[in-house]
């Protein structure tokens, strides 16, 4: 993770977590899975981890006095992620994750950053019922990101009419983006990564044992009328690509969740009065 999101600012809060026989298993998954989700909407946002270091000190120290009054440390560090606003801490609700992921350039973040999006989605996708249920990892160095429809498309992946700059427009758009993206355990050849999709779709076939591949180019997405979900693997276009795009935006907000809390400058007046009751309980423990 520290080598994904440029930070090693998480592992004190993480162990001052784990460490602490108070805290549950189920509290201590609680608060993992939410600094999971956290940095990992920041990071595909693009969002700055220059105040990391000082945020999670606040978030632990809330963790621990809430640990002491019910042992709740999960509960505590998800609620003052999510209360955090401003652009160095705020935790992206799902509008903005979802924005974030549906841009033209997803392809602009750094490798790294790709392997976790979809091997996020890869292991979210793997379960009991599959033949290989074993984590993946993002930092293996044999997984690569690879352009579906390649970026030189034009001499196998022609238009209907090429002088046409609106389509080109659309197309030049369309191929780097994270529906036209995907995750292989292997590199193509180069010269079969720009050939036409019947020869492509034969090489991922091959090659690819990878659900986020498997499961929503080389076969239709969940969700799709019988005709089009039959018809879904005979080509590759912009259609298919803005549809996997809000396919695998819906799987990261099920894999990278965040809590319906409102940042501090949108909670009531009972909100705040309630958290001053917890700082006064915070007070007598000293």
């Not at 998800?78 to 033209?104: C, Q, Y």
């Not at 022609?158 to 993206?181: C, M, S, Y």
């Not at 050849?189 to 999709?197: D, E, H, L, T």
């Amino acid at each position: 993770m520290n080598r994904t999101t440029k930070t090693n600012t998480l592992w004190p809060l993480i162990l001052g977590i784990y460490g602490d026989d108070r805290v549950s298993d189920t509290q201590c998954q609680k608060a993992a899975h939410a600094l999971y989700s956290y940095v990992t909407r920041r990071m595909l946002c693009g969002l700055t981890t220059k105040d990391y270091n000082r945020n999670f000190v606040s978030v632990l120290q809330k963790a621990h006095a809430r640990t002491a009054v019910d042992g709740l440390a999960g509960d505590a560090i998800e609620k003052e992620l999510a209360r955090t606003s401003g652009e160095t801490r705020i935790w992206p609700d799902d509008g903005e994750f979802v924005a974030a992921l549906m841009g033209t350039n997803f392809y602009a973040l750094a490798r790294p950053r790709q392997r976790a999006f979809f091997a996020g989605i890869e292991n979210h996708l793997r379960d009991d019922k599959t033949e290989e249920v074993s984590p993946i990892r993002a930092q293996w160095e044999r997984l690569n990101i690879e352009h579906v429809m390649p970026q030189k498309w034009r001499e196998h992946w022609p238009l209907p009419d090429e002088n046409d700059e609106e389509l080109v427009a659309k197309r030049e758009q369309a191929i780097n983006r994270v529906g036209n993206l995907t995750l292989t355990n292997g590199r193509l050849n180069s010269q079969m990564r720009n050939q036409a999709w019947p020869k492509k779709k034969s090489a991922l076939q091959a090659k690819s044992t990878m659900l986020v591949t498997t499961a929503s180019i080389l076969s239709a997405p969940p969700g799709l009328h019988t005709n089009a979900a039959e018809a879904w693997a005979t080509g590759w276009d912009e259609v298919r690509i803005n549809l996997r795009c809000a396919h695998l935006a819906a799987l990261a907000l099920q894999v990278w969740p965040r809590p319906d809390i409102a940042p501090a400058d949108e909670e009531t007046d009972d909100d705040l009065d309630s958290m001053d009751e917890l700082d006064e309980d915070d007070d007598s423990l000293d």
